[in-house]
């Protein structure tokens, strides 16, 4: 009982597929804003056998696939559990289902063990080579509030080796304001504004350098090498790079300058800030912030258990 004259219809001056027409097609809105549209035209043209991309924002028809049993297609069904498009019926009197898991972009959900990069400590200690990589750093003021904005992008580092025995390490980063001492510093006691926070680490020793090969989990309490980035004082988030997700981690960090004051150090009980403010004489009695930024690789001295010393090299400082 719909009143087709009731509404104004406008053509759509789209580009049509090359060698056939959309009189038989099928199409779906699907769950990255494209229409795609399957089942083309009549008679044997080409186009019968093509699944096109539609981009109402820009008007563009694309192909994305080509199948001979796309032909007459009897339903075109895009399902959100799977992110897949499902073409169902091809030929005449067919009753099979066809589908193609690329149709629409798919998000890497876990990575293998060959993805992940990895290093070796004597190699590095003696000639600073394969060492993890500072992919990008950024750092600079918001004078609007005169916050600090970090942003670094570093290699994702699994297991490490170290002293041709076969062993690995576990391996961590830590982003601090202070350099990360290989002999008085603790993994599990970390300065206020270092990339993790002291409340997740008080599990075994050897549990506190899990990775994960599952991108999303990065930033969770059960892989602490890549912690919950939660410091007492500023903020710190993780996330994987969208560009590769199995291979570059991605920091950002937002401290305003009550932050940095407040920053301190926790080895051996201390609570002195390390960033330090002065009078700047030759500025007219403007107050001055001073500190440095470092980015340390660690590992534990030995494969397990914790005997008070760590494996440190320095990736990069910026006062």
């Not at 694309?62 to 030929?91: C, F, H, N, Q, T």
């Not at 400590?121 to 080579?129: K, N, V």
């Not at 350099?179 to 020793?205: L, M, V, Y």
Request: glycine share 8%; charged share 20%; net charge negative.
């Amino acid at each position: 009982n719909w009143d087709s004259t009731a509404v104004e219809w406008e053509i759509l001056d789209a580009v049509m597929p090359e060698g056939g027409d959309l009189r038989v097609g099928t199409a779906v809105l699907a769950g990255d804003g494209m229409i795609y549209i399957a089942g083309l035209g009549g008679g044997q043209q080409d186009a019968t056998r093509k699944t096109l991309r539609f981009d109402p924002t820009t008007l563009i028809l694309d192909e994305v696939a080509m199948y001979d049993e796309s032909k007459y297609g009897a339903a075109l069904i895009y399902s959100p559990y799977d992110d897949r498009l499902y073409i169902i019926g091809g030929l005449p009197n067919s009753a099979t289902t066809y589908y193609y898991s690329n149709a629409l972009p798919e998000l890497v959900t876990t990575c293998t063990e060959l993805d992940i990069a990895t290093f070796d400590w004597d190699e590095l200690m003696e000639s600073g080579t394969a060492k993890p990589e500072v992919v990008d750093f950024d750092m600079s003021v918001d004078e609007t509030d005169l916050s600090l904005n970090i942003l670094v992008k570093l290699t994702y580092e699994g297991r490490s080796s170290g002293d041709d025995n076969g062993e690995v390490y576990g391996t961590t980063y830590v982003l601090d304001f202070e350099d990360f001492d290989a002999h008085k510093d603790s993994i599990a006691s970390p300065g206020t504004c270092q990339n993790r926070n002291a409340i997740d680490f008080t599990g075994e020793f050897d549990t506190l350098w899990d990775y994960s090969l599952i991108p999303s989990e990065v930033g969770s309490a059960s892989n602490l090498a890549y912690p919950p980035p939660n410091p007492v004082n500023g903020e710190w988030t993780i996330a994987m790079d969208e560009t590769d997700v199995c291979g570059v981690v991605v920091y950002t960090g937002k401290f305003s300058w009550n932050d940095l004051v407040a920053c301190s150090s926790s080895n051996s009980g201390l609570t002195a800030s390390y960033v330090t403010t002065s009078d700047d004489a030759n500025e007219d009695g403007k107050l001055k912030l001073q500190g440095t930024f470092y980015v340390n690789v660690v590992s534990p001295y030995a494969p397990t258990g914790d005997y008070g010393y760590y494996r440190v090299y320095q990736l990069l400082s910026q006062p």
